[in-house]
């Protein structure tokens, strides 16, 4: 019986991180499409597979694959470093973060187009990082694992102490400064992700907690 509760636990928790990721790759989409920047962490692919096509001229790399080779090597380092934060969580934010910005992408371009008032894209962006703020942390306190690029904000931030927000801000910035270096596109909406969604992710950090706490308290019958 105590089996059965535990994986109807599991489960619960799989079905929150789907959700907040869900809510998450929307605001990724909103961002993305408001056309101002990318964020920090693909800026620094960018770098990375610029810089990587260049030297080799490896015709078969992109892209997504750069993306997905940087994520397996995260997940690789912190299973070396402490596995216990990789969960099955994190395969299913690399497996269907793709498609769900995809599905949100085909739903939402027909609103944005080229002309679009600035005041209008920066609406759009700033909405889409607080989205993305909330979605983040609901995946994050569901306990079923994260990003891989959101694991080295939370890793860092058990590690040593310090404030979630805090912590975020600085790994995006580092992820930025590396990928501009190295060849990527920056535009104002990366600096206002980078100093935007952390904050914003702290503020949304407990609210999410309680939430989280909440549906297993009813579903399950937990005690948090």
């Known amino acids: 019986m ?27 989409t909103l961002f993305l499409l ?3 920047g990318s964020d920090p962490f693909n800026v620094l692919v960018q770098g990375i597979f610029r810089t990587v096509s260049g030297l080799t001229g490896w015709i078969v790399l992109t892209h997504g694959y750069t993306h ?12 070396i470093a402490d596995k216990s934060y990789i969960k099955i969580g994190t395969l299913l934010c690399m497996i269907f973060g793709g498609p769900i910005i995809d599905f949100f992408s085909w739903m939402l371009d027909p609103v944005f187009t080229e002309d679009m ?13 607080a989205i993305l ?11 079923a694992g994260t990003g891989p690029n959101d694991l080295v904000a939370v890793v860092i931030s058990d590690k040593t102490g310090k404030k979630f927000g805090l912590v975020r801000i600085i790994v995006d910035i580092t992820f930025l400064a590396v990928g501009f270096v190295l060849g990527g596109a920056v535009g104002i909406g990366t600096i206002i992700c980078a100093c935007f969604v952390g904050p914003v992710a702290g503020f949304f950090m407990p609210y999410s907690e ?3 706490h ?11």
Do not use: Y
């Not at 535990?6 to 959700?19: A, C, N, T």
């Not at 008032?117 to 990082?129: E, N, P, Q, Y």
């Open 2 to 28: 105590q089996i059965k509760d535990k994986w109807r636990e599991i489960l619960i928790r799989v079905v929150i991180l789907l959700v907040g990721l869900t809510i998450a790759h929307f605001g990724v």
């Open 34 to 36: 408001a056309d101002l």
């Open 68 to 79: 997905i080779a940087i994520c397996f090597l995260i997940i690789v380092v912190l299973l």
């Open 117 to 129: 008032h600035l005041a209008a894209k920066l609406i759009a962006l700033c909405l889409g990082c």
């Open 133 to 143: 703020a909330l979605g983040m942390t609901i995946v994050i306190k569901s306990e």
């Open 210 to 212: 309680k939430m989280v």
């Open 214 to 224: 909440m549906v297993l308290n009813k579903v399950c019958g937990t005690e948090e």
